[in-house]
């Protein structure tokens, strides 16, 4: 597997921390609007409420694949300009946008069948008449037993891919490692491309 440089002309390639946590800030606001019609319609109806959860899950994590396979970053990624690539800087497929997403999508998954089950328990009088935060305390109370286990396990996986970002020289999350993938400065990924065109008409 051909990696990029640790650094160019003394500047490094590979996104850190920082850029990464900020991207994540820059895609929650992004998002934020969608959030707020997703609050507002839960207090429409049970029923609502519980399409309302799952549409959402889908919405956020087809964002994030989507815009990762068509562009190689989300609109945090590009705000930042940093990008997700294959090791050699090239652009990634279908295929890395999944797998790279995929443990998260599985959390999502489990994250929605215990929320949708805790709400099809509700009594509609509280949950349609509660706050926002009275209303996610009072859904946590019906969680299922099993939620503690998926709770363990997606605090077990995000702190490991924080842990693991620190601490490898390329700065790849687990994630990254799952889909073979990289994120680096969106201009190393520009020049990874017209290194490889140069080449190609050259071996024309």
Known sequence: M??????????????????RLGSTVVDIFALLPFVLVFI??????????????????????????????????TLGKMALGIKVTLPNGERIGLKQALLRSSVDVA???????????????????VYLNAGWLERSEYIA?????????????SQVWYWGEFIVLL?????????DFIAGTVVIRKEYAERSV???????????
């Open 141 to 153: 109370l019906l969680f299922p037993a099993w939620y503690g286990i998926v709770n363990i396990a």
């Open 2 to 19: 051909d990696f990029l440089p640790l650094e160019i002309n003394n500047e490094k390639v590979y996104a850190g921390f920082g850029a």
């Open 40 to 73: 507002f319609l839960e207090n429409t109806s049970i029923l609502v409420a519980m399409i309302t959860v799952v549409l959402s899950t889908l919405l956020f994590s087809a964002y994030t694949i989507y815009f990762h396979y068509k562009f190689g970053a």
């Open 107 to 125: 959390f999502a998954v489990l994250m929605v069948t215990i929320q949708v089950t805790a709400i099809a328990k509700a009594v509609p009088e």
């Open 194 to 204: 017209e290194l490889k065109t140069i080449n190609e008409k050259l071996d024309a």
């Open 167 to 175: 601490f490898n020289k390329r700065k790849r999350a687990l994630h």
